[in-house]
Nanobody
Framework: QVQLVESGGGLVQAGGSLRLSCAAS????????MGWYRQAPGKQRELVAT???????NYAPSVKGRFTISRDNAKNTVYLQMNSLKPEDTAVYYC?????????????WGQGTQVTVSS
């Protein structure tokens, strides 16, 4: 089975920075997309940023220019560098891994890590 373990969340003041990490273990196929989603209280989970194994990235407009996603393919690890944080970035951040398993496209989720930005 695939497991995703996140780390790096916490409490930070507005304008500060945090770096999230997510390590995937288990049977990981080389062609995949890893990324970050977030869910604030009372809101739906939303995409933050994704990065494919070939380096293509996708960012939510609200974080573009402030957040940077990177990954180490050899370690099956994805990172999210978050700068210029705003109170509206407060949410539980979830790591996700998308890959094809047989004929199915599957998504695996981490347990989530809390990010709180105080004003």
């Amino acid at each position: 089975q695939v497991q995703l373990v996140e780390s790096g969340g916490g409490l930070v003041q507005a304008g500060g920075s945090l770096r999230l990490s997510c390590a995937a273990s288990g049977i990981i196929f080389s062609i995949n997309t890893m990324g970050w989603y977030r869910q604030a209280p009372g809101k739906q989970r939303e995409l933050v940023a994704t990065r494919t194994n070939t380096g293509s990235t996708n960012y939510a407009p609200s974080v573009k220019g402030r957040f940077t996603i990177s990954r180490d393919n050899a370690k099956n690890t994805v990172y999210l560098q978050m700068n210029s944080l705003k109170p509206e970035d407060t949410a539980v951040y979830y790591c996700a891994l998308d890959m094809r398993v047989g004929w199915e496209q599957k998504r695996y989720w981490g347990q989530g890590t809390q990010v709180t930005v105080s004003s």
